[in-house]
């Protein structure tokens, strides 16, 4: 059974920092791509960052410079460290591979950004 379990969410003042987590299990970690998701209320769920197999990672115009995807594949665990964060970061973050499977998403973890 696939399982992604999202952690290290919580409220922040704009400027502050936050370093999501999320843990695997259920699949091949080192060889999936890997992504963060966000969903604001309101909105539709949008890619935040990827990174490969290899390594390489890509992110949305609004992050970019601010956070970094990274992985740990002896955890199977990726993570997402956020900085600067703006109210505008307000969101649930999910993790998924790419491309993502609607069974894989997980309970997802809050970030709320205040000014």
């Known amino acids: 059974q696939v399982q992604l379990v999202e952690s290290g969410g919580g409220s922040v003042q704009a400027g502050g920092s936050l370093r999501l987590s999320c843990a695997t299990s259920?699949?091949?970690?080192?060889?999936?791509?890997m992504a963060w998701y966000r969903q604001a209320p309101g909105k539709q769920r949008e890619l935040v960052a990827s990174?490969?197999?290899?390594?390489?990672?890509n992110y949305a115009d609004p992050v970019k410079g601010r956070f970094t995807i990274s992985r740990d594949n002896t955890k199977n665990t990726v993570y997402l460290q956020m900085n600067s964060v703006k109210p505008e970061d307000t969101a649930v973050y999910y993790c998924?591979?790419?491309?993502?499977?609607?069974?894989?998403w997980g309970r997802g973890t809050q970030v709320t950004v205040s000014s």
């Open positions: 259920g699949i091949i970690f080192s060889i999936n791509p």
């Open positions: 998924n591979t790419i491309p993502f499977y609607r069974e894989y």
């Open positions: 990174i490969g197999v290899g390594g390489a990672t």
